[in-house]
């Protein structure tokens, strides 16, 4: 519902995505339809009959005619919406009066439609919004928005002639491992691989799942239900793509499956930000309030939230000042809204779901919050954008993070000999520890102990929490 106060308020703004005003005052305009559609096949919006927009020098205004007939007006609309003849699908909605110095305006909610996309007649007369205007959809928004009438479902169906024996070991074993680390109290973890399999919907009636194939699924298996299936990683010399003085630096290379892309994306990340020092095999805690933690929070959801079946690519993009993660598919949500609800609607339940048994995601549609708190973390600013084919989410790196990261080969030097005379003294310093007395970065003090450890300087023996330090050359 809405008041005649936020009515105004509205109308005292300049651009509206989700709110567009009509001149109805004998008939309906003929271009509403458009706005039924675009709003259908974005997030909603209101339709306000008996508005006038008026221009001068000074600007834009908005002059209430309303409506004369408003019995005729609300039947004729709700019959077109609920009849079937002009839509494709049937449009529930009620209408709204507003009584304004003896004005009639009226104004009808168009819900976001669960079965996309929503046109009259024929596909190719298909709306989208975009701003504060209703646009023709291309083909390739078109087939985007036919995909989103499977959203939430299209992963728990089975791949046909599919098994168990299509599950990568490795991966799987993996995985397997990492729940009984960081989720112990699993019920399913003292269940067989097979019976742990069907607890989880990996394999269902003994074929895998989409999102079971997709998550830990042989490559050549998947790439023979889905020949398109890649995440791509690249890592950017510079602040963008027109900047970088070589194309890039790093590209991932192809992995067998999403879990197998997690971790190897993790670990790249993992050298470039901030996070507390962990004994634990991956070398952060699954509970922390770090850089990684909010970036790990995105990739997550990243994961879970892709449309695997697009033309276009899921993409991480990591530049000197930022990194950016790339989608296809549109959020389920109006982006206003994104942070003020507890509903979580992921494009891929049961991947979203295979997450959460090894403690990778937050419960209860939370896990904006997380991701939110980089801007806390680090003063800088985290953006989300979304239209019908994609989606972003942008990490801007910390100004005193990006000037650590481009620190010259002799200030590396100095770090080094100062890491060599700390562990002459003590040999069993933790990293932790090694990085406060030389106050730097964990993700630094990591990218220089590595680069020592292959040029053959130091050498770790033993666990990190009970192991020590060898010298091997100065």
Known sequence: MMTKAELFERLKQTEWTDFEIKEALDKLPKNVWESVSSFSNTHGGWIVFGVKERRKQSGTYYEIQGVNNVEKLETDFTNTLRGGQKFNQRIASQPQRFDVDGKIVVAFYIPMSEYKPVYIGTPAETYIRLGST???ATQFEVNALFRDQSYGKKSNEVVIGSSFADINQSSFQDYRNYVKMYNSSLKYNTLNDEDFCIKTGIVVNGMLTIGGLLMFGKLEKILEFNHDFIIDYIEIPGASIKEAHTRYTYR??????????????????RTRLDNPYSPLPN???????SQMYCVREALVNFLAHADYFSEIHSTVRVYDNSIELQNPGSFPVDLKMVGLSLVSQPRNPNILRFFKLAKLSENGGYGIDKINEWKQLTGSEVTIKSNITYSEVKFL????????????????????????AIIGDNNKISLKELANKIDVPSRTLDRIITSMKRKGIIQRIGSPRSGHWEIIAK
């Open 134 to 136: 209703d646009q023709h």
């Open 283 to 289: 070398g952060f805690a699954p509970d922390d309030e």
């Open 252 to 269: 991932m290379q192809e992995q067998e499956n999403i879990w197998d892309y997690f971790k190897a994306i993790s670990y790249r990340l």
């Open 397 to 420: 790196m910390p100004i005193n993070a990006n000037q650590r990261q481009s620190t010259p080969n002799g200030a590396n030097k100095d770090v080094e000999l100062k890491i060599l």
